[in-house]
């Protein structure tokens, strides 16, 4: 069976930093390229970033409003990803969900999310 | 960044009755546009691929059809289970982009 497990979502200042993390299993995590959307509270899903699989070279993409702020990275030994979240705005404030890539960029596993609230 | 438009916003509808959500592109996506289910509480569930392709597990009620850039998702018969908002999102060209999404509810 498919899991995605995140963790690490909270409640963190506006200026601050907090890191989510996600746990996969069922499925070859190495040869996965995993993405995370986000959905702000009354909004609809929005791409965030991706980390491709070493055998794709590893890249890591970002979408515009995040990137400079946010670090997505891997550890296949692990089979986890990470987002690394710095610099958080009012507007980060959404439910985080770790994906897996298919077929280059669909969402084929998606996780229960993560809820990161930034607030003063 | 190509942005993907759905109609309607709400659709009202009873079991039974058959749904068509459409999705407009930008610019051309050729077929590379998927279709999500996404229920309050619940993880996105994906049932359209490359615009037609069925994801494993979908019932036949839903089907895509479509290319370049207007598509459409149809729920032939709807049942209870159906009632969710769904989402068109392209993976043509960076960044990946969402719809904004069609509210399906019971009429």
Redesign the interface.
């Known amino acids: 069976e498919v899991q995605l497990v995140e963790s690490g979502g909270g409640l963190v200042k506006p200026g601050g930093s907090l890191r989510l993390s996600c746990v996969a299993s069922g499925f070859n995590f190495n040869n996965a390229w995993m993405s995370w959307v986000r959905q702000a509270p009354g909004k609809g899903l929005e791409w965030v970033g991706r980390a491709k699989s070493k055998a794709a070279g590893g890249t890591i993409e970002y979408d515009a409003p995040v990137k400079g702020r946010f670090i997505i990275s891997r550890d296949d030994s692990k089979n986890t990803v990470y987002l690394q979240m710095n610099s958080l705005k009012t507007e980060d404030t959404a439910l985080y969900y770790c994906t897996a890539d298919h077929r280059d960029g669909y969402f084929i596993y998606w996780g229960q999310g993560a809820l990161v609230t930034v607030s003063s | 960044e190509i942005v993907l438009t759905q109609s309607p916003a709400t659709l009202s509808l009873s079991p039974g009755e058959r749904a068509t959500l459409s999705c407009r592109a930008s610019q051309s996506l050729n077929t590379?546009l998927?279709w999500?289910q996404?229920k309050p509480g619940?993880?996105?569930?994906?049932l359209i691929?490359?615009a037609f392709d069925r994801?494993t597990g979908v019932p036949a009620r839903f089907s895509g059809s479509g290319s370049g850039t207007d598509f459409t998702l149809i729920i032939s018969s709807l049942e209870p289970d159906d009632f969710a908002v769904y989402?068109c999102?392209q993976?043509s060209s960076?960044?990946?982009?969402?719809?904004?999404?069609t509210k399906l509810e019971i009429k």
């Open positions: 590379y998927a999500y996404h619940q993880a996105p569930r994906p691929f490359d994801a989402y999102q993976r960076w960044p990946l982009t969402f719809g904004q999404g």
